[in-house]
């Protein structure tokens, strides 16, 4: 639904927008340098080298953590990363969508469960990790969401104080770069945001009109409107702050290890790991495939492992370390038994569209290429920024400010999707997206995820085999626990009654019916769970398949063997109320202290 790179509608033709396609390839090649980011070199490192540290996985935390342990000089860091740099679109926030289902992305899906997501194509759910530098944050929306207070207590009660929301408050901070001026202005909302990181969060350099019918649209609706929608106290309806900085994507790998320089870290990229090495149950190195040959390398202090929640799950099972019974099964002697890749769970979305008559989206067809125009000018417009916003709705009266459902609306312009784009982007079956853009030949649309944020179900990640290469099995488990269904009708019918409110009723607005036949034959809150169940998709936000307190101890290590950290979104025992990026930036900054403390070096955070 983004305005692709390269994307050659019109050229060729003649006419006003040839003229500007053409103009537009022309500032594209002229502009690379402005386009071009400073990823690090690959690393000159000879078969069986020994460093410090080896952080196995180059995404978010790994970037962060890297680039933290960097900081040292006395210590010599290895990072290995299974992709390589990331390619221009993962530079420019308005195509931040486009890397999906592509090279970059390791295209995991789940397993069908003959259950859930049945009315999905393929019967399951997609998820997009990125495979490259920056990982999921090079293609993830930018969204700068922490969760709440409640959330990391719920960490504190599983593994310790050490998570609690006190504890963990100062590690956003430190990362932080606040400029989004409706929060820092204001005194009292910057108590909790910092201002001295490397992570730029901005605000939008415009509003764009969409997202101010939808905010007025939510206010009718009782909502209150708020400047920060990472504010632990008051929830409603808002902007998000995005980690964009002068119109380019912002992260652990743009920010902070694109930026080291002190020549003890050392960055393998296009390496596969496929084994941690272990003996004496201590992690002492790791195996992988590099330009096809088998590399040895050793870690004279610990492994790190910052591949993901899918990619970390795999990689320990496939060295030894998971559910016994599994491991046995698949062939695999057991070094530690540990419930690796249990605990699997994901923000549980449901999309509704609406059709709307014209006039409520920013951009259209005949505007997007002047906006590439105007980004590769100079890295304005359109491109440049997000706007995206959310709604939050608690799970009851007495927890007013406590989010329980998240509605994120987007207006799609007359004509923009097609078939193909529809089901790639959220994976619906030819049949149903075809009633989409059946819509949209004349209409714009307005896709409405409606989103559980803290579901009970449970899934978990298994080995498909031995090989490496194969992929994990994952099983989303999503409505394994029945309760997750009771909220959904409520947050549903609230979600759909903006079709009712004053502007979006004047546009003529309605609900695209994609009900399936069997579910109309149920009461309207039955009709609604059967949707629910028949339409539901991750949010790309799933964690805790190596979750603190059960696979892991309070400071990250592997429960059992010595010298074996993880520190990405599978350590999370309960997913947060919101976005994982930050959070995963939380998480390795910790890594990073508890390191640091382990070799007796201080850091500035108490």
């Known amino acids: 639904m983004?305005?692709?790179?390269?994307?050659?509608?019109?050229?060729?033709?003649?006419?006003p927008l040839g003229a500007m396609v053409a103009t537009a390839l022309q500032f594209f090649a002229a502009s690379q340098c402005l386009l071009s980011e400073p990823y690090p070199k690959q690393a000159d490192v000879a078969n069986g080298s020994s460093f410090d540290f080896i952080i196995v996985g180059g995404g978010t935390g790994g970037s962060a953590l890297a680039a933290r342990l960097a900081e040292r000089h006395q210590f010599q860091v290895l990072l290995v990363e299974a992709g390589g740099d990331p390619p221009v679109e993962g530079i420019i926030p308005g195509f931040r969508s486009v890397l999906k289902e592509s090279p970059y992305d390791w295209n995991f899906t789940t397993i069908d469960d003959?259950?859930?997501?049945?009315?999905?194509?393929?019967?399951?759910?997609?998820?997009?990790?990125?495979?490259m530098l920056g990982g999921s944050g090079t293609i993830n929306d930018m969204v700068y969401a922490r969760g709440y207070p409640t959330d990391y207590n719920e960490?504190?009660?599983?593994?310790?104080?050490?998570?609690?929301?006190?504890?963990?408050?100062?590690?956003?901070?430190?990362?932080?770069?606040?400029?989004?001026?409706?929060?820092?202005?204001?005194?009292?909302?910057?108590?909790?945001?910092?201002?001295?990181?490397?992570?730029?969060?901005?605000?939008?350099a415009t509003?764009?009109?969409?997202?101010?019918?939808?905010?007025?649209?939510?206010?009718?609706?009782?909502?209150?409107?708020?400047?920060?929608?990472?504010?632990?106290?008051?929830i409603g309806a808002g902007r998000f702050s995005h980690t964009i900085r002068d119109g380019r994507r912002d992260s652990t790998l743009t920010a902070m290890l694109n930026k080291v320089q002190t020549g003890n870290l050392h960055v393998l990229k296009d390496t596969f790991v496929t084994k941690i090495l272990i003996e004496n149950d201590t992690a002492v190195g790791i195996q992988a495939f590099l330009n096809d040959k088998e590399y040895y390398f050793y870690a004279d202090k610990e492994v790190i492992v910052t591949a993901g929640t899918f990619n970390t799950a795999k990689l320990l099972m496939l060295s030894g370390i998971g559910p016994k019974d599994h491991l046995e099964e698949v062939g695999i002697d057991v070094v530690q038994d540990l419930p690796v890749g249990e605990n699997l769970h994901d923000h549980v979305m449901v999309l509704y569209f609406l059709a709307t008559e014209s006039g409520t989206c920013s951009y259209n067809e005949s505007t997007k290429l002047f906006e590439v125009i105007k980004y590769l000018h100079d890295a304005t417009g359109a491109l440049s920024y997000s706007d995206s916003m959310g709604a939050y709705l608690p799970q009851n009266a007495d927890t007013p400010n406590l989010p329980y459902f998240a509605m994120y609306p987007t207006c799609v312009p007359v004509g923009q999707l097609t078939v193909?784009?529809?089901?790639?982007?959220?994976?619906?079956?030819?049949?149903?997206?075809?009633?989409?853009?059946?819509?949209?030949?004349?209409?714009?649309i307005?896709?409405?995820?409606?989103?559980?944020?803290?579901?009970?179900?449970?899934?978990?990640?298994?080995?498909?085999?031995?090989?490496?290469?194969?992929?994990?099995?994952?099983?989303?488990?999503?409505?394994?626990?029945?309760?997750?269904?009771?909220?959904?009708?409520?947050?549903?019918?609230?979600?759909?009654?903006?079709?009712?409110?004053?502007?979006?009723?004047?546009?003529?607005?309605?609900?695209?019916?994609?009900?399936?036949?069997?579910?109309?034959?149920?009461?309207?809150?039955?009709?609604?769970?059967?949707?629910v169940v028949k339409f539901a998709t991750s949010a790309w936000h799933s964690v805790g398949t190596a979750a603190l307190g059960g696979v892991l101890d309070a400071q990250l290590r592997v429960r059992g063997l010595a010298a074996l950290r993880v520190a990405d979104a599978s350590v999370m025992p309960r997913v947060v109320r919101g976005n994982t990026n930050a959070p995963v930036v939380m998480i390795a900054e910790k890594a990073a202290r508890f390191i640091k403390d382990a070799y007796g070096l201080d850091n500035e955070i108490p």
């Open 207 to 234: 509003y764009d009109k969409s997202t101010i019918k939808f905010l007025k649209a939510f206010e009718e609706l009782g909502l209150e409107i708020v400047d920060d929608m990472t504010n632990p106290h008051k």
């Open 420 to 444: 193909d784009a529809c089901t790639t982007a959220i994976g619906y079956t030819a049949e149903n997206c075809a009633k989409i853009v059946a819509e949209n030949a004349y209409s714009e």
């Open 114 to 131: 003959g259950f859930s997501s049945q009315g999905l194509a393929g019967h399951h759910e997609k998820q997009p990790r990125g495979k």
């Open 155 to 204: 960490w504190a009660d599983i593994v310790g104080d050490s998570w609690n929301w006190t504890n963990v408050l100062p590690y956003f901070m430190k990362t932080e770069h606040m400029t989004d001026r409706k929060i820092a202005d204001n005194e009292e909302l910057m108590k909790l945001h910092g201002v001295d990181g490397e992570i730029e969060v901005s605000g939008a």
């Open 2 to 15: 983004s305005v692709m790179l390269g994307a050659c509608a019109g050229c060729g033709s003649s006419g």
């Open 446 to 531: 307005i896709p409405l995820p409606v989103v559980l944020l803290k579901p009970k179900s449970r899934g978990m990640v298994r080995l498909a085999s031995t090989n490496p290469l194969d992929d994990p099995m994952i099983y989303s488990g999503t409505f394994d626990n029945e309760e997750d269904l009771e909220g959904f009708p409520e947050a549903v019918k609230f979600a759909l009654s903006l079709v009712n409110t004053t502007y979006f009723k004047e546009m003529g607005t309605r609900i695209i019916d994609l009900t399936p036949e069997e579910c109309k034959k149920l009461s309207e809150l039955d009709m609604i769970k059967c949707h």
